[in-house]
């Protein structure tokens, strides 16, 4: 199974918070290293360039946010297992662009749950993984499993779309 749900969650602070802050442009580690990321935007919360699996980094981004991620981190407990958050990110995939189809490169995805849960999206966002599609609604929390599997995007409407990713590792 690629995509496992988990919970619906209130993500209306996440959005009010986002669209305060203008610092889309201000990192651009994804969309510069990784060529199927080039149409995309990224605000690094936890997140560390080597994708090391203990003592994450903890950005200045974090912050703003930390309250909506403890709360996200109680609901992973009860419903993935006890662990902790070591990548979380926020993307952002501009309007009429998509991420092609590619396999994440590496062991990170071995060794954690990922789950992204959209903030901003619509009808026209396809997510695909094999031959499974999705249209992830806002809100709702799935764990991916994309884990050396062919996997892509389609913003098909006007607007960008916003994901937050987040890796959790069990202990």
């Keep these: 199974m690629n995509f496992n749900y988990i919970d619906k969650l209130d993500v209306a602070g996440f ?16 969309q510069e ?14 997140f560390d360039e080597d994708f ?14 930390e309250k909506e991620l403890k709360d996200i981190e109680n609901i992973f407990i009860k419903k993935l297992g006890d662990g902790y958050t070591i990548r979380a990110i926020l993307v952002s995939l501009l309007a009429n662009k998509s ?3 590619h396999i994440d490169g590496g062991d990170s995805l071995h060794f954690c749950k990922r789950v ?3 903030i901003t999206t619509n009808d026209k966002v396809f997510f695909k993984v094999g031959e499974e599609i999705k249209n992830i609604k806002t809100g709702e929390m799935w764990e991916i499993n994309n884990s050396n599997k062919t996997h892509s995007v389609k913003n098909l409407s006007e607007k960008d779309r916003v994901h937050l990713i987040i890796d959790w590792v069990l202990k």
């Design 15 to 30: 959005a009010d918070k986002i669209k305060k802050i203008n610092i889309w442009d201000n990192y651009k580690f994804r």
């Design 33 to 46: 290293t990784y060529e199927a990321h080039q149409y995309t935007k990224t605000i690094p919360l936890v």
């Design 52 to 65: 090391r699996h203990t003592n994450p980094t903890y950005h200045k981004t974090y912050f703003l946010f």
């Design 99 to 101: 991420i092609p189809e």
């Design 116 to 118: 992204h849960i959209p």
